[in-house]
């Protein structure tokens, strides 16, 4: 029996499409393995948000062909998309996809031929219009289900390559999305998470659907318990929108909301869609609807021609929204991007010094918030046990709990008083 490794390198929806993608291969006699260990084919699903994730990329191809010099290298993905040539050269590499065409990633891998050299398979993904079915249907033991609804994205933010890496929006129809929930429901997930590239754009190239629709609806399906969705912009909080979420007793009270910087001026040259009041307006009513909300957020220092000043205002809006989590990331040319073609760059040590003390800023939020909760009693789903009778869990806010018992809490939703915390964790008791 042949072996496949399928490997994802980024985000949650790579992730997504490398389960699909080996599930793919399983149905073909396949036997699925590690990506540390040797295999027959190697799948490699690259991310190319920083020049870092490119590195890591090619790492790994070089890593796999010395497991076994003879497996076919199949490279898919958005830094396959985006330099097809580059990582054609890459010593190892046999195929390379791209972001389109990895629902026939089985035939051309089986089609390949070592006298061919590399093949690839990169189209202009720019003309895409229609969202490409990839699903998981038989799934692992697990509580929290990720569920890719659409693809692409057009807001063309200054410093990101992914529009050009998954082209335009494409939304996937909702009928097979409430087919794929109703499958994990059966298979007795609780959670499911909506996922995409840019998941507030679900339905706009449909027409006939929004994102709260689709929420409304896998909200009907029977057996899942808790829905979540991945990061949105402070344009789709509307009053409406934070209602309708507040009436669905299943839409977790977490939502991460994209920032990226507290200053206008720098949103104004990353090329956001919103300001600072239009992102305190959005804060304002996640909270009038879900008093528990947290909101956590995405912020990058030291894009070019930040100021001090621009950093100071970044950090003080920070801290004037209150988030439960501020992931910071410092600002890391990506050649293609017109941010990376500036000349006004900042030296990496300005950006590190920025970095940690916004990391300092947010590890204290995450503890007030936390410390907030302290006393009360929380329904916590528990996804593992984390060894000597104690698991895992989180709350429909997104605290990361643990808890004893003796019993099996392994996908159970149970109510948990929180009883301290610490280390962006909190620790509970089971409600007898």
Request: with cysteine.
């Amino acid at each position: 029996m042949k072996k496949i490794a399928s490997y994802a390198l980024g985000c949650k929806v790579n992730q997504y499409e490398s389960e699909a993608i080996a599930e793919l291969f399983a149905e073909k006699g396949y036997e699925v393995v590690s990506v540390d260990d040797e295999a027959d084919v190697y799948i490699i699903n690259t991310c190319t948000v920083t020049n870092f994730g490119d590195k890591k990329s090619r790492q790994l191809i070089r890593k796999v062909k010395r497991q076994n010099e003879n497996a076919i290298v199949a490279v898919v993905g958005c830094y396959a998309q985006t330099a097809p040539e580059e990582l054609a050269a890459v010593h190892g590499v046999n195929l390379v996809i791209g972001t389109k065409d990895k629902s026939k990633i089985v035939e051309l891998v089986e089609d390949y031929q070592a006298e061919q050299g590399v093949q690839n398979y990169v189209t202009d993904i720019m003309h895409e219009r229609v969202f490409e079915p990839l699903e998981i249907k038989k799934l692992a033991n697990r509580t929290r289900a990720y569920l890719k609804i659409q693809d692409g994205c057009s807001q063309f933010c200054s410093y990101c390559i992914i529009p050009y890496a998954r082209g335009p929006i494409r939304s996937r129809q909702p009928e097979d999305v409430i087919a794929e929930v109703k499958r994990l429901a059966e298979n007795g997930f609780k959670e499911v998470v909506l996922t995409g590239i840019h998941v507030a754009s679900y339905g706009k190239d449909l027409k006939t659907i929004t994102l709260t629709d689709i929420i409304r609806q896998v909200h009907e399906v029977e057996g899942i318990e808790r829905i979540r969705f991945s990061s949105i912009e402070p344009n789709v909080v509307t009053e409406e929108f934070a209602a309708a979420m507040a009436e669905l007793p299943k839409v977790c009270d977490h939502f991460h909301l994209s920032l990226q910087s507290g200053c206008d001026k720098t949103l104004k040259e990353m090329n956001r869609k919103y300001d600072t009041e239009k992102y305190r307006q959005a804060a304002a009513l996640l909270r009038k609807y879900l008093p528990d909300v947290a909101i956590t957020t995405d912020i990058i220092v030291g894009f070019p021609g930040e100021t001090e000043e621009d950093y100071q205002a970044s950090r003080a809006f920070a801290e004037e929204i209150g988030f439960s989590k501020i992931h910071v990331f410092p600002y890391s040319p990506k050649k293609g991007t017109p941010a990376a073609a500036r000349k006004d760059q900042l030296q990496n040590a300005v950006k590190q010094e920025r970095s940690h003390d916004l990391i300092t800023v947010s590890d204290r939020m995450t503890d007030a918030f936390l410390q907030k909760h302290v006393g009360k009693v929380m329904p916590v789903l528990f996804e593992r046990c984390v060894g000597d009778d104690v698991y895992e869990g989180h709350t429909t806010n997104y605290m990361k709990v643990h808890a004893r018992s003796t019993k099996d809490l392994s996908n159970v939703i149970a109510d948990t008083k929180i009883l301290s915390v610490a280390e962006e964790m909190a620790f509970g008791e089971v409600e007898a």
